[in-house]
């Protein structure tokens, strides 16, 4: 708050300022979240590699079909950090949500996600 009176209310580093204190709350988050980094240097390294793609991705079909590419681009590039089988979580993730209860959903995020045969509620689930 200090650095804020000395500065030039007009100047690009107030206007620095006062994004960082409007934002105070979402940029401290992390300290009260343990799930969340204080950085996103890995998502930045995974966007790199979609955007040296970019002129494949114009042949998508439509704007639906981008959208539909973009989430399994983000669940397999999240699998490979997490060094998960992508197609085993796929394939059990698929098999589960029809009678996975939706308020529950965030258990089957990948990096939550704990293969059904280690949870025993389907048998015939592959194993991670």
Not at 116 to 123: D, K, L
Request: hydrophobic share 35%.
């Amino acid at each position: 708050m200090q650095q804020k009176e000395q500065v030039l209310p007009k100047s690009p580093i107030a206007a620095a300022i006062n994004y960082m204190l409007n934002q105070w709350q979402a940029l401290n988050r992390y300290t009260t979240d343990g799930d969340l980094h204080i950085d996103n240097n890995i998502s930045e390294r995974t966007l790199k590699l979609i955007g040296m793609g970019r002129t494949n991705w114009l042949f998508l079909g439509s704007d639906n079909g981008g959208q539909t590419a973009a989430v399994r681009f983000s669940f397999t590039a999240t699998c490979k950090h997490l060094r998960m089988d992508t197609f085993a979580y796929l394939r059990d993730v698929l098999s589960r949500l029809p009678t996975h209860p939706t308020d529950r959903l965030e258990e089957l995020l990948p990096h939550r996600w704990q293969s059904a045969s280690h949870t025993g509620s389907a048998p015939n689930a592959p194993a991670p």
